[in-house]
């Protein structure tokens, strides 16, 4: 699975919109970019995936660069309970999830009030 | 639907004593896999399943052992427990659509193991 690159941590201010980066420049064409968050030492639970279009849902937004080297997971509206470490993950579109992701130390996200 | 189960939720062994976790899925999911997280860490793949008789190992099996002898169970048997392996552990599943393009894993709420 290709590498991804996140920053250690981010602060964002109540009521705006996240955006958190990650950057996956040696994905290859067969490979998704998964986005999934853990909140408080729960179990890790699933946001959002995308091959190359752009993806929205009811959680977030993943916008993905026409070259694929890098995405954005955005929460358009953050709230104090998405404080979390979110990761973000490029995987092979086969086999779903649980035959082996690739979990980095992913991103702090900090909701201020 | 109960989603993923993992029993109990914390346990405390001493070094040597031999152990299982357990971990069960409603969803008639295919795959199933066991995770350990260290303390500021991302999670590690243990073994995983890609369907009932079918094991495989992950990026750190050793001390660890599995089976799956139906689609809802997944149990993780530690043979003999050392302090390194003081850690939580999480149970995911997941399915395939058509065409064998996956979707997202289901997460357990974790087992806290303290190895003394």
């Known amino acids: 699975d290709a590498k991804t690159t996140q920053p250690p941590s981010m602060d964002c201010a109540e009521g705006r919109a996240a955006n958190l980066p990650c950057n996956h420049s040696?994905?290859?064409?067969?490979?998704?970019v998964y986005w999934y968050r853990q909140i408080h030492s729960q179990g890790p639970q699933y946001i959002i995936h995308?091959?190359?279009n752009n993806e929205t849902n009811e959680m977030a937004s993943l916008i993905i660069t026409e070259d694929r080297k890098s995405s954005t997971l955005i929460l358009p509206h953050a709230t104090l309970r998405d404080t979390a470490v979110y990761y973000c993950?490029?995987?092979?579109?086969?086999?779903?999830?649980?035959?082996?992701?690739?979990f980095g130390k992913g991103t702090h996200l900090i909701i201020q009030p | 639907n109960a989603g993923v189960t993992q029993t109990p939720k914390f346990q405390v062994l001493k070094t040597g004593q031999s152990m299982t976790l357990q971990c069960a899925q409603d969803m008639n999911h295919e795959y199933m896999s066991w995770y350990r997280q260290d303390p500021g860490m991302g999670l590690r793949l243990i073994h995983y399943?890609?369907?009932?008789?079918?094991?495989d190992q992950g990026e750190v099996p050793n001390g660890y052992n599995v089976s799956r002898s139906t689609t809802e169970d997944f149990p993780l048997r530690l043979l003999s427990a050392a302090p390194s392996q003081t850690s939580v552990y999480f149970c995911?599943?997941?399915?395939?659509?058509?065409?064998?393009?996956?979707?997202?894993?289901?997460f357990g709420q974790g087992t806290r193991l303290t190895v003394v």
């Open positions: 040696t994905i290859s064409g067969n490979e998704y």
């Open positions: 993950i490029v995987r092979p579109y086969s086999g779903g999830g649980a035959d082996g992701l690739t």
């Open positions: 399943s890609v369907g009932a008789g079918i094991t």
């Open positions: 995911a599943s997941s399915y395939t659509r058509g065409g064998g393009v996956g979707t997202e894993a289901f």
């Open positions: 995308g091959l190359k």
